[in-house]
Structure formats: structure tokens, C-alpha cells
């Protein structure tokens, strides 16, 4: 089945620096790579996915990137803000004949942006 | 995106015990998810379930522990029979919306304490 790991575990950054949260995937045949922030909480928000079609999706202040040769993908988060700080998952599965499949998530990046 | 109701949102259980969680998406869906977060910890799928048929249970998860009902494609309830502090987690449902189901959501999550 499929393994993800992601990395650092934590990550603390200045306000307005970036932060790039890491991925990498075991399984070629995924196709279908999102990333959640979970807020103390409450539950895992959608904020940016990324297909295997594509190499890189951005939004505002947010992008992935994907490397499929090497099975990884990125988060990268620029000029972060105090409420950006949040636990990251990054997920990955197989998306075919127009069903859902189960998501395989990492361990989670807490990210802290220092005021 | 997809409007996602579990409900309790938040419980004190009692050992040995028993509670049902339930999820309402606001769109049909062929297939929901039900996964577990125990705390400070990554997200663990469960069992899939589809509408008509047996829940499908991950390693590790079984029927009698976790039993899974999905009367129509809208509805889903997850039992935790029996419980005991180690079940103490988050419970988190979680859909594929849009086109071709591949984009995926999760609840806000139940938050269930066994004491």
C-alpha cells in the first residue's frame, strides 16, 4: 500500500518569511495529492491539491509543487502570518473511474509563525 | 466544497459504553470515509463505506468495535461499541465531492473522551 512521509515534524518561522513543508509518496500509481491545515480543534481543512497532470498549483499565498519521478510534493507557504499557524497533512491517493479513494495522510508539520 | 455535519461534536463517554456518530453530507456521494485521529497523531482511515453494501474495514478495525451504517447517499453513522480510554480520539468523517468524486473533505470531527 501506500507509505507518506512528510517532513520536518515542526516548523517555526518569522511572520512574513516562507515555509516549505515536504512530501515524499511510495506508491507511482497515486495520482491525487492534497493538503490539509487542522486547526486546534477543529477538523482537517482542504487548502490547495495538486494532480499528476499537472507540476505546480498555486494559490495567493499558497503553492504545491509535484515531482513525480521522484515521488514528492511540496507545500510552500510565502510571507506567513500568525494564522497560519497550524498542524500541515499532506495526503496522497489514487484517483480512477470517477470514485474517491482512501486517503493516505503523513504525520503532520506543526507550523508556528512568530509574531 | 461540500458541507459536512458530524454530529456530537464533542462527548464524555463513559467505559464500556457505547456512542453513535453521524454524518450528514449537504450533496450525494457514492463513497464516505470515516477515520480516526488519536490525539497528537495523524489521520487513520477506518472503513470505507458505500451505499447498499458492507462497510470495508482497514486492518486493524472491526465490525463488532466500529459497526458502520450508510442507509442513502447523503447519511452515515459510525458506532464505537464497548469503549475504553483508548479510544479517546478524534473521529472525522470525510467525502469526495466534484467532479468525478476527487476532491476530499472532511467533517469538523468528533471529539470523544472515555473516562
Known amino acids: 500500500g501506500e507509505n507518506v512521509e512528510q517532513h520536518p515534524s515542526t516548523l517555526s518561522v518569522q511572520e512574513g518569511d516562507s515555509a516549505v513543508i515536504k512530501c515524499t509518496y511510495s506508491d507511482s500509481a497515486s495520482n491525487y495529492f492534497p493538503w490539509y491545515k487542522q486547526e486546534l480543534g477543529k477538523g482537517p481543512q482542504l487548502i490547495i491539491d495538486i494532480r499528476s497532470n499537472v507540476g505546480e498549483k498555486k494559490d495567493q499565498r499558497i503553492a504545491v509543487t509535484l515531482n513525480k519521478t521522484a515521488k514528492h510534493f511540496s507545500l510552500h507557504i510565502t510571507e506567513t502570518q500568525p494564522e497560519d499557524s497550524a498542524v500541515y497533512f499532506c495526503?496522497?491517493?489514487?484517483?480512477?473511474?470517477?470514485?474517491?479513494?482512501?486517503?493516505?495522510f503523513g504525520s503532520g508539520t506543526q507550523l508556528t509563525v512568530l509574531p | 466544497s461540500a458541507v459536512i455535519s458530524q454530529k456530537p461534536s464533542r462527548d464524555i463517554c463513559q467505559r464500556g459504553t457505547s456512542l453513535t456518530i453521524q454524518c450528514q453530507v449537504d450533496?450525494?456521494?457514492?463513497?464516505m470515509f470515516w477515520y480516526r485521529q488519536q490525539p497528537g497523531q495523524s489521520l487513520t482511515l477506518i472503513a470505507t463505506a458505500n451505499q447498499g453494501s458492507e462497510a470495508t474495514y482497514e486492518s486493524g478495525f472491526v465490525i463488532d468495535k466500529f459497526p458502520i451504517s450508510r442507509p442513502n447517499l447523503t447519511f452515515s453513522t459510525l458506532t464505537v461499541s464497548n469503549m475504553s480510554p483508548e479510544d479517546s480520539s478524534i473521529y472525522l468523517c470525510?467525502?469526495?465531492?466534484?467532479?468525478?468524486?476527487?476532491?476530499?473533505?472532511f467533517g469538523e470531527g468528533s471529539w470523544l473522551t472515555v473516562v
Open positions: 450533496s450525494q456521494v457514492t463513497m
Open positions: 495526503a496522497a491517493t489514487q484517483i480512477s473511474s470517477g470514485s474517491a479513494r482512501q486517503l493516505t
Open positions: 470525510s467525502v469526495g465531492i466534484g467532479q468525478s468524486g476527487n476532491t476530499i473533505y
